[in-house]
């Protein structure tokens, strides 16, 4: 079929630059035959350009051909003086010459009018691929000119602000009212995005902004624009792309007011279960160490009127009251140490450390110094310490534990170690997490809470290492200040 078609299409080109010549050569028979006039021979030249325009360079070229035979059927003209043979010939290769010429520039100028047709169909085709693209994107796009005005935009960006934007670059740009995000300043014509890519052609990617739209509404946008540049680099246009993130940014703020309720309230049971440790700690060591002490009075007592017999009772009974107190003594402070608040932190976590040599008989040494540290950040780093001693003599099976200890004017460190098997970090986060056992997770999240950082560096036959930095009060509300 399409053979057919190709040949039947060859076909009328040629019987079409045969038909122009024949034409030709009529009007100029019925001229010089009828009107007894001098007949032009640019009805030929005509009849060439025709077939040429119509056929393209081979109908010209057979157009040019049969009119070079009517050229030399119809010299010399028979009113005319005969002409000599040379000039004739002249004449003919003159025609011939300058039709073969028309033909070539002719097939060119079709040429190249068919290609140009051809690519704006292409363009054409393409323009609706994007616009149908367009259409389809969640996201509001524009496509500008160099003058800021708008070539292109989609459905999406018309929802975003709630109708048509005006298609005026420097209207747009004055009409819309848009704010920054973080601080409610309004965006001024010369700041947005797309200016900034006309002029300066800058990327500007995910923008946090707020838009009163069209039709009233305050919604907040993620704004991103990037210039559009020809072969040579220089810029054309641009394009804009605005996401709705309304509920993303309201999310994330309800979120963020959320979490820091959440750790006011944990502060907060942190700081009443010190409280009550404290209250407790008090009570073991003022009521109940009073009551083992009197007891161990009226033994005493008793020891010196009882006979010889009672005597070793009496003494083994006084010696178990002994390690009773001690017992609670100990408890007390492990509950509260009162010699953190009396001589501070730098000193409480050396008596720990004694405290558990002596008790689990692994080597414990501090390294460093800590001055004055603020008491709820001296409570975190005294528990932290506390429970990872406790780690190490019941999973550890370490020799030594170093405590490490340093401070800036802006941050306070404190690092665990030990020479013990070490273990897998991520697996036994997830068993703690899982079984409940809150042991380091209660250490990591006492440290957040308080805006702090802990890392655990363990691997299996290389001990362990626990950091904790924190900042210092003065500090954290420099950053804080610094961040709002």
């Given at each position: 079929?399409?053979?057919?078609?190709?040949?039947?299409?060859?076909?009328?080109?040629?019987?079409?630059?045969?038909?122009?010549?024949?034409?030709?050569?009529?009007?100029?028979?019925?001229?010089?035959?009828?009107?007894?006039?001098?007949a032009?021979?640019?009805?030929?030249?005509?009849?060439?350009?025709?077939?040429a325009?119509?056929?393209?360079?081979?109908?010209?070229?057979?157009a040019?051909?049969?009119?070079?035979?009517?050229?030399?059927?119809?010299?010399?003209?028979?009113?005319?003086?005969?002409?000599?043979?040379?000039?004739?010939?002249?004449?003919?290769?003159?025609?011939v010459v300058?039709?073969?010429?028309?033909?070539?520039?002719?097939?060119?100028?079709?040429?190249?009018?068919?290609?140009?047709?051809?690519?704006?169909?292409?363009?054409?085709?393409?323009?609706?691929?994007?616009?149908?693209?367009?259409?389809?994107?969640?996201?509001?796009?524009?496509?500008?000119?160099?003058?800021?005005?708008?070539?292109?935009?989609?459905?999406?960006?018309?929802?975003?602000?709630?109708?048509?934007?005006?298609?005026?670059?420097?209207?747009?740009?004055?009409?819309?009212?848009?704010?920054?995000?973080?601080?409610?300043?309004?965006?001024?014509?010369?700041?947005?995005?797309?200016?900034?890519?006309?002029?300066?052609?800058?990327?500007?990617?995910?923008?946090?902004?707020?838009?009163?739209?069209?039709?009233?509404?305050?919604?907040?946008?993620?704004?991103?624009?990037?210039?559009?540049?020809?072969?040579?680099?220089?810029?054309?246009?641009?394009?804009?792309?605005?996401?709705?993130?309304?509920?993303?940014?309201?999310?994330?703020?309800?979120?963020?007011?959320?979490?820091?309720?959440?750790?006011?309230?944990?502060?907060?049971?942190?700081?009443?279960?010190?409280?009550?440790r404290?209250?407790?700690?008090?009570?073991?060591?003022?009521?109940?160490?009073?009551?083992?002490?009197?007891i161990?009075?009226?033994?005493?007592?008793?020891?010196?009127v009882?006979?010889?017999?009672?005597?070793?009772?009496?003494?083994?009974?006084?010696?178990?009251?002994?390690?009773?107190?001690?017992?609670?003594?100990s408890?007390?402070?492990?509950?509260r140490?009162?010699?953190?608040?009396?001589?501070g932190?730098?000193?409480?976590?050396?008596?720990?450390?004694?405290?558990?040599?002596q008790?689990?008989?692994?080597?414990?040494?501090?390294?460093?110094?800590?001055?004055?540290?603020?008491?709820?950040?001296?409570?975190?780093?005294?528990?932290v310490?506390?429970?990872?001693?406790?780690?190490?003599?019941?999973?550890?099976?370490a020799?030594?534990?170093?405590?490490?200890?340093?401070?800036?004017?802006?941050?306070?460190?404190?690092?665990?170690?030990?020479?013990?098997?070490?273990?897998?970090?991520?697996?036994?986060?997830?068993?703690?997490?899982?079984?409940?056992?809150?042991?380091?997770?209660g250490?990591?999240?006492?440290?957040?809470?308080?805006?702090?950082?802990?890392?655990?560096?363990?691997?299996?036959?290389?001990?362990?290492?626990?950091?904790?930095?924190?900042?210092?009060?003065?500090?954290?509300?420099?950053?804080?200040?610094?961040?709002?």
């Amino acid at each position: 079929m399409f053979l057919e078609r190709s040949t039947w299409t060859l076909i009328r080109r040629y019987a079409a630059a045969v038909l122009s010549v024949g034409v030709a050569v009529i009007g100029f028979s019925l001229m010089e035959s009828r009107w007894q006039a001098s007949a032009p021979f640019a009805l030929f030249i005509i009849a060439v350009v025709g077939s040429a325009w119509f056929g393209g360079l081979r109908p010209g070229l057979v157009a040019t051909a049969l009119s070079a035979m009517a050229f030399v059927y119809f010299l010399p003209h028979p009113a005319a003086p005969v002409a000599e043979p040379p000039i004739q010939m002249v004449r003919l290769l003159s025609f011939v010459v300058t039709a073969c010429y028309i033909v070539w520039v002719t097939a060119n100028e079709r040429s190249t009018v068919k290609t140009l047709r051809q690519m704006h169909d292409e363009l054409q085709r393409k323009n609706e691929a994007l616009r149908a693209v367009l259409a389809t994107l969640p996201v509001g796009v524009v496509v500008t000119d160099r003058g800021g005005d708008t070539i292109l935009t989609n459905a999406a960006s018309q929802s975003i602000w709630g109708g048509t934007t005006a298609v005026s670059g420097p209207e747009r740009w004055a009409t819309s009212k848009g704010y920054w995000h973080d601080s409610g300043k309004r965006i001024a014509p010369t700041e947005w995005a797309s200016v900034r890519a006309l002029s300066g052609g800058e990327t500007s990617l995910n923008e946090l902004i707020d838009i009163d739209t069209f039709n009233g509404q305050r919604k907040t946008i993620q704004n991103s624009a990037a210039p559009i540049r020809d072969a040579g680099g220089s810029i054309v246009g641009s394009v804009i792309v605005n996401e709705d993130v309304t509920e993303r940014v309201r999310a994330e703020k309800a979120l963020h007011e959320s979490s820091n309720r959440l750790q006011l309230l944990s502060r907060r049971l942190l700081a009443v279960q010190e409280e009550e440790r404290r209250h407790l700690s008090r009570e073991l060591h003022d009521e109940f160490g009073q009551l083992l002490a009197t007891i161990t009075l009226h033994l005493h007592a008793v020891r010196a009127v009882a006979g010889r017999a009672a005597e070793a009772s009496l003494d083994e009974s006084m010696a178990v009251l002994q390690r009773a107190g001690e017992q609670v003594r100990s408890l007390a402070l492990e509950l509260r140490p009162t010699m953190l608040e009396t001589s501070g932190l730098n000193a409480t976590l050396r008596w720990l450390a004694e405290q558990h040599q002596q008790r689990s008989g692994i080597d414990t040494q501090v390294v460093g110094y800590l001055s004055e540290v603020p008491g709820d950040l001296a409570i975190a780093c005294f528990r932290v310490a506390q429970e990872a001693l406790t780690n190490v003599v019941r999973h550890a099976r370490a020799q030594h534990v170093w405590i490490e200890l340093s401070q800036t004017d802006q941050r306070v460190e404190l690092v665990v170690r030990d020479d013990g098997i070490g273990f897998d970090v991520m697996s036994t986060l997830e068993q703690a997490n899982g079984d409940g056992n809150l042991g380091l997770l209660g250490m990591k999240e006492r440290i957040e809470i308080l805006g702090g950082t802990l890392a655990i560096d363990s691997r299996r036959g290389h001990g362990t290492c626990i950091q904790i930095a924190l900042l210092l009060p003065r500090a954290a509300d420099g950053l804080a200040q610094s961040t709002a």
